[in-house]
């Protein structure tokens, strides 16, 4: 009896270990970090000359640079240097990202005596909300709506609140 005893044991030994066996497997590993996102300011945002025949009006700035005017405003002969705002953006080749301008008008007083204020607003960018980085960059130009008093006060004016445009990668 015991040796059918110690036979069975042995039996339930062996199929017990078997049924214990483990199996593994690997794997790897791996990051690959991009090239940040980067802006640079390349342009400044310039209304020109603009005059004003005593009634409110707008300056309209698109983003390629161009101007039209709304109410009281009127452009002098000599109209000055009119500019959209420019930014490079540069990143990871043909990554795209999101573009954000301020959401608030900006600031401008005159540089004399900063008593006298106008407001700029209602930013638009080209490329409009997204870019694509081909080749690693893309220029994104931002135009506005230039808010000018009916009794503006003559002088340089320049802005006293940021012109900021955020991007980000998508």
Same mark, same amino acid.
């Given at each position: 009896?015991?040796?059918?005893?110690?036979?069975?044991?042995?039996?339930? *030994?062996?199929?017990?270990?078997?049924?214990?066996?483990?199996?593994?497997?690997?794997?790897?590993?791996?990051?690959?970090?991009?090239?940040?996102?980067?802006?640079?300011?390349?342009?400044?945002?310039?209304?020109?000359?603009?005059?004003?025949?005593?009634?409110?009006?707008?300056?309209?700035?698109?983003?390629?640079?161009?101007?039209?005017?709304?109410?009281?405003?009127?452009?002098?002969?000599?109209?000055?240097?009119?500019?959209?705002?420019?930014?490079?953006?540069?990143?990871?080749?043909?990554?795209?990202?999101?573009?954000?301008?301020?959401?608030?008008?900006?600031?401008?007083?005159?540089? *004399?005596?900063?008593? =006298?204020?106008?407001?700029?607003?209602?930013?638009?960018?080209?490329?409009?909300?997204?870019?694509?980085?081909?080749?690693?960059?893309?220029? *994104?130009? *931002?135009?506005?709506?230039? =808010?000018?008093?009916?009794?503006?006060?003559?002088?340089?004016?320049?802005?006293?609140?940021?012109?900021?445009?955020?991007?980000?990668?998508?």
């Amino acid at each position: 009896m015991k040796k059918i005893n110690s036979f069975i044991m042995i039996i339930m *030994v062996a199929v017990t270990t078997g049924a214990m066996a483990q199996e593994s497997a690997t794997a790897s590993s791996s990051a690959t970090i991009v090239a940040p996102i980067g802006i640079a300011q390349s342009a400044d945002m310039n209304f020109g000359n603009v005059a004003t025949n005593g009634a409110a009006g707008t300056v309209v700035l698109t983003t390629a640079g161009v101007t039209s005017l709304t109410g009281g405003v009127i452009l002098p002969a000599n109209t000055g240097t009119v500019t959209a705002a420019a930014f490079n953006v540069t990143g990871e080749a043909d990554y795209t990202y999101t573009i954000a301008l301020p959401s608030s008008p900006i600031t401008l007083s005159d540089v *004399v005596t900063a008593s =006298n204020q106008m407001t700029v607003g209602n930013f638009v960018s080209d490329p409009i909300t997204t870019g694509t980085l081909t080749s690693g960059e893309q220029t *994104v130009n *931002v135009g506005a709506t230039l =808010n000018v008093k009916g009794g503006q006060a003559a002088g340089v004016y320049t802005n006293t609140t940021e012109l900021t445009v955020t991007v980000n990668y998508n």
